[in-house]
């Protein structure tokens, strides 16, 4: 297994969960602790050099990392600083729809709900309160700004029409499935780049990473290719500043005084205990990896067990959780919950 290590200017935030960072270089002098700072005002920052910041979900539904981007969009700084937020939850077939619906149209809401219900996801978990209550959120922060300065929802969900989908004709869908990453990096290049915006993106973390853990941190697949590495590496490239989010990990485990950081906080990590860590103490549920070899998935080894890959308990329930966020480093991940 390849073990990874922070280097270069690595952020970490702490809200009830805990964060983390790795990076593809080895470090050269010892770590030091990393040290927390103010969150909101830290990422507001990070707009001054980057166009889109990517802030991780953490594990689908969770309420505290909703409870933070709530805060961090009600903010009377996020609009002054930010235009879009580009979401997972929402199948671009309806973006028209948003559109009215966040600039303040009525909008019935057995048509709105279609926005969550109908992506590429055939379960339900986009259709639960969370996610409608963002939505309304941006709303109603849009109600007391001049037109052209309201928030723009993006969805970032590849389009699909279920009508058109059928046990005969699953096409539509798998084509949809296929562009999970490459359709919202696709929509931000022209909603956001091209027209000199600035955007929020909020997606599950693994969309975020820069090499995939999943096909053994090799990118030459196409399917290897995440929404921040194809930002990253394909004309015209832009740097990411990513915050990856983990329900899963304890950071006091790998740097005790974490336990006594104010919630929610904001750290740099890069060359910091945190930075040092391998990547799967934050990223704990097990998973073989794969390589494709001539269009054939191959398994190369399993990735290191560990004693409890559940979702739920205390990163969907309780305080605030510790977030780590990380910049400006070329590694798979940026950082994870406790």
Do not use: C
Not at 21 to 26: D, E, I, Q, R, S
Not at 83 to 104: C, H, K, P, W
Not at 128 to 151: C, G, H, K, T, W
Request: hydrophobic letters at 40%.
């Amino acid at each position: 297994m390849k073990k990874l290590h922070a280097a270069g200017r690595v952020l970490a935030i702490l809200l009830s969960t805990t964060v983390a960072v790795v990076g593809l270089t080895a470090q050269t002098v010892s770590p030091r602790p990393a040290v927390p700072t103010e969150p909101i005002a830290a990422i507001l920052d990070a707009f001054r050099s980057h166009e889109v910041i990517a802030l991780g979900e953490g594990d689908h539904g969770n309420e505290q990392g909703h409870a933070f981007r709530l805060s961090l969009i009600r903010d009377p700084r996020f609009a002054n600083t930010v235009n879009d937020i580009v979401v997972e939850t929402g199948n671009a077939l309806y973006q028209d729809l948003m559109d009215r619906f966040v600039s303040g149209e009525d909008v019935p809401d057995v048509s709105l709900r279609r926005i969550w219900q109908n992506t590429t996801q055939p379960f339900t978990t986009f259709d639960i309160p969370i996610y409608e209550e963002l939505f309304r959120a941006v709303r109603a922060v849009n109600m007391s700004l001049p037109p052209a300065r309201q928030l723009r929802v993006l969805l970032g969900d590849p389009p699909v029409d279920w009508d058109r989908v059928s046990k005969q004709d699953l096409s539509e869908w798998q084509h949809a499935m296929a562009a999970r990453d490459s359709h919202p990096a696709e929509v931000i290049r022209r909603e956001v780049l091209a027209r000199h915006r600035r955007a929020l993106m909020i997606y599950g973390d693994m969309h975020f990473q820069r090499k995939n853990l999943s096909f053994n941190y090799e990118a030459a697949d196409p399917q290897a290719r995440t929404i921040v590495n194809l930002l990253e590496d394909s004309a015209p490239a832009t740097k990411v500043f990513s915050i990856w989010t983990n329900t899963a990990a304890d950071l006091p485990m790998l740097q005790a005084d974490v336990s006594r950081w104010p919630k929610p906080s904001l750290a740099t990590i890069g060359g910091t205990v945190l930075g040092a860590a391998d990547f799967t103490s934050y990223y704990q549920f097990a998973d073989d990896r794969v390589v494709s070899r001539g269009g054939s998935f191959v398994v190369p080894h399993p990735s290191r067990s560990v004693a409890d890959t559940s979702y739920g308990g205390a990163g969907r329930r309780g305080p605030l959780p510790r977030i780590a966020v990380r910049d400006d480093v070329p590694s798979p991940v940026t950082w994870a919950l406790r």
